[in-house]
């Protein structure tokens, strides 16, 4: 698998903000999904946003959210530059886990089901996000 590259990330205050950002290159992962997970401590990994990756007459843009981060956080794409972007707003600290980039899943979801991580051709290392109380 090849690795994408993640920045960002870090430590914050609760009701801050942080921005993740991921270079995937756009062109290899066209209708496919991108999308950033996340593992707290002791916890399984979850979906927390994910983005349709295609032209935005085939859906493109289409974008999901955990409920739990619905509102607080946005994900974007900019395809001139092969980076998506997670935007973390009011953050609180049960946001705090290791963020993952993914990228390549044939599909983000279908009906009630959300591609797991396993699906996904490529993702990062990881990047610590910390928020304290």
């Known amino acids: 698998q090849v690795h994408l590259a993640e920045s960002g990330g870090g430590s914050v205050q609760a009701g801050g903000s942080l921005r993740l950002s991921c270079t995937v290159d756009t062109y290899t992962y066209s209708r496919n999904c991108v999308g950033w997970f996340r593992q707290p401590p002791g916890r399984e990994r979850e979906a927390v946003a994910l983005i349709w990756n295609a032209p935005i007459a085939s859906g493109g843009g289409t974008t999901y959210y955990a409920n739990s981060v619905k509102v607080r956080f946005a994900i974007s794409r900019d395809n001139a530059k092969n980076t998506f972007t997670l935007q973390m707003n009011r953050m609180k600290p049960e946001d705090t886990a290791m963020y993952y980039c993914?990228?390549?899943?044939?599909?983000?979801?279908?009906?009630?089901?959300?591609?797991?991580?396993?699906?996904?051709?490529?993702w990062g290392q990881g990047t610590q996000v910390t928020v304290s109380s």
């Open positions: 993914a990228a390549g899943a044939h599909y983000c979801v279908s009906g009630d089901i959300w591609a797991s991580f396993d699906e996904y051709q490529s």
